[in-house]
C-alpha cells in the first residue's frame, strides 16, 4: 500500500516555491482527523532554492537526470576498479554533465518564474556531483524531495540527515511532471523570491560553497593519486626495459668480439691448412717420382 504521507509530500514538493508553506498547512488541516498523518504533513520542511531547483528538474527531465546518475554509476565503478584511463574519461563526463544539466536546471527555473543566484548554481552543481559520487545522494536526488543541497567527497562521508523530506525518501521516485510547450509569444514573469534572512543564508552558502571545494579538492587529490600510480608502474616498466635492452647490448657486443676472434683462428687455421697441402703435393711428388724411377730398373 502507497504511503499517503509520500504521495502528499510528492504533490508539495511539485508546487512553485512560494506556494508550499500555505498548501501544506492547509493539507495538514484537511487531514487533522488523522493526527500522525497531519503530524506530518505540518512537519514536512520548506525546500531551499537550491533543493526546489533540483526537485523541479527531477520532475520536469527525469530522463536527463537518470543519465547523471548512470554516468556517476560509472564513475564509482571505475573507482573500485583502480582503472585509471576510465576515471579520467568519467571525470570529465562528470564535470561536463554536471555544468550542463545545472544550466538547464537554473532555465527550468527561470521559466517558472525563479531567478537563481550564481551561488545557488554552484550547489545545484555540488548536489549533483555528490549524487554521482555516493549512491545514498543519487537515491536523495531522484526522489524529488530534496529540502537541502548536498555535498560529498566519493569517500564514504555523506551526511543525509536533513537532506531529505521524510527518510522514506530514499528509494522513492518522483512522479514526473513534464511542462506543456511554451507560448511563444507569451514571455515568462520573472519575479525575485523575497529573503529575509539573506545575511544567514549568505555564510551559510560560502559555508557549503567551501564544502563543495573541498570536496572537489578530495576528489582531485584522490584523481591525481590514481595518475601518479600509473606513472610510476610505467616508469618501472621502462627501467625494466631500459635494463633488458642493456643487457641485449651487452650480450651483442659480447658476440661481435667472439666472431672477430674466431675470424683471426680461421683465418690462420686456413694458413695452415694451405701450407699443409703443398708439403702433401711436395711429398706426393717425391712418391710419383721415385715410383717411376723404379719401375725403370
Not at 533543493?51 to 571505475?78: I, K, T
Request: hydrophobic share 40%; no cysteine.
Amino acid at each position: 500500500m502507497a504511503d499517503p504521507l509520500l504521495e502528499i509530500a510528492d504533490d508539495l514538493y511539485a508546487l512553485p516555491l512560494g506556494d508550499f508553506t500555505p498548501a501544506r498547512d492547509a493539507l495538514a488541516k484537511e487531514h487533522k482527523a488523522d493526527k500522525d498523518l497531519a503530524a506530518g504533513i505540518k512537519g514536512l520542511r520548506k525546500a531551499s532554492v537550491t533543493a526546489w531547483v533540483l526537485n523541479l528538474l527531477v520532475r520536469r527531465d527525469p530522463d536527463q537526470v537518470d543519465q547523471v546518475l548512470a554516468v556517476g554509476e560509472a564513475l564509482r565503478d571505475a573507482q573500485e576498479n583502480l582503472d585509471a584511463t576510465q576515471l579520467r574519461e568519467f571525470t570529465k563526463q562528470r564535470r561536463q554533465l554536471t555544468a550542463s544539466v545545472t544550466t538547464k536546471a537554473r532555465r527550468l527555473a527561470r521559466a517558472e518564474g525563479v531567478r537563481t543566484t550564481e551561488s545557488v548554481g554552484d550547489q545545484i552543481e555540488a548536489t549533483l556531483t555528490a549524487a554521482m559520487l555516493e549512491p545514498d545522494a543519487a537515491k536523495a536526488v531522484r526522489s524529488g524531495l530534496l529540502v537541502t543541497s548536498l555535498s560529498a567527497t566519493g569517500l564514504g562521508d555523506l551526511d543525509l540527515s536533513g537532506a531529505v523530506a521524510l527518510p522514506e525518501a530514499l528509494g522513492f521516485s518522483a512522479t514526473a511532471r513534464p511542462t506543456a510547450e511554451p507560448d511563444p509569444t507569451q514571455r515568462p514573469r520573472l519575479t525575485v523570491v523575497p529573503d529575509p534572512d539573506a545575511d544567514v543564508k549568505a555564510r551559510k552558502a560560502a559555508d557549503e560553497r567551501l564544502a563543495d571545494a573541498r570536496a572537489a579538492l578530495g576528489v582531485a587529490e584522490k584523481e591525481q593519486r590514481g595518475a601518479r600510480r600509473a606513472v610510476e608502474k610505467l616508469r618501472a616498466k621502462t627501467l625494466q626495459l631500459q635494463s633488458e635492452l642493456d643487457e641485449l647490448r651487452s650480450r651483442i657486443a659480447t658476440l661481435e668480439a667472439e666472431v672477430e676472434e674466431v675470424d683471426d683462428e680461421l683465418g690462420e687455421a686456413e694458413a695452415v691448412e694451405a701450407e699443409a697441402q703443398e708439403t702433401v703435393d711436395e711429398a706426393q711428388g717425391e712418391v710419383d717420382a721415385a715410383k717411376a724411377a723404379r719401375e725403370k730398373l
